[in-house]
T-cell receptor, first 111, second 114 residues
């Protein structure tokens, strides 16, 4: 699996954009970058994924650098409910792959 | 919106007892997974299941563990003889066949082994 590196914790003010970085310098050409989050002890929740183009959905935006060695998850208007642990995951290959979770980034949204 | 469900939400058992954790994946999904998370630690992959057989398992998934899809809806994880260190949250997940974008996770079962 491509190793990912994330800061252990970040803070963000409510209403501001939260920008969560991830390094994945050993990523292969056909490997996608996935982001999940886990709110307290709930089941992980899918946020977004991408290969090389920037992606946006109703939850977030994903910016992947041109060399694909790093990416940034952007929560455009963070709310208190976005407080969670965010995981950047690069499963090997394509298809229905298992997810290998690291420690993630603990994001705290402050009022 | 369809969701993965798990029962029970909390299971307390004595060491050495057998437990069965149950999951109902989303109905048109074909790939199924079990993960666990020991309190304060990372989410860890246990096993994946497709076409009525295990497709991959981790080192954690030893002979004490088994999985089964007994009918068209349930997906179960059995621990034959529980140990104290099996205490954890157990999450079931599933993926729609042919669409690998997103694993849908259930809310988890908290297993406490005394």
């Amino acid at each position: 699996d491509a190793k990912t590196t994330q800061p252990p914790s970040m803070d963000c003010a409510e209403g501001r954009a939260a920008n969560l970085p991830c390094n994945h310098s050993t990523i292969s050409g056909n490997e996608y970058v996935y982001w999940y989050r886990q709110i307290h002890s709930q089941g992980p929740q899918y946020i977004i994924h991408g290969l090389k183009n920037n992606e946006t959905n109703e939850m977030a935006s994903l910016i992947i650098t041109e060399d694909r060695k790093s990416s940034t998850l952007i929560l455009p208007h963070a709310t208190l409910r976005d407080t969670a642990v965010y995981y950047c995951i690069v499963p090997p290959g394509v298809g229905a792959q298992k997810l290998v979770f690291g420690q993630g980034t603990r994001l705290t949204i402050n009022p | 919106e369809p969701e993965v469900t798990q029962t029970p939400s909390h299971q307390v058992t004595q060491m050495g007892q057998e437990v069965i954790l149950r999951c109902v994946p989303i109905s048109n999904h074909l790939y199924f997974y079990w993960y666990r998370q020991i309190l304060g630690q990372k989410v860890e992959f246990l096993v994946s299941f497709y076409n009525n057989e295990i497709s991959e398992k981790s080192e954690i998934f030893d002979d004490q563990f088994s999985v089964e899809r007994p009918d068209g809806s349930n997906f179960t994880l059995k621990i034959r003889s529980t140990k104290l260190e099996d205490s954890a949250m157990y999450f079931c997940a599933s993926i729609e066949g042919g669409k690998y974008d997103e694993q849908f996770f259930g809310p988890g079962t908290r297993l406490t082994v005394l």
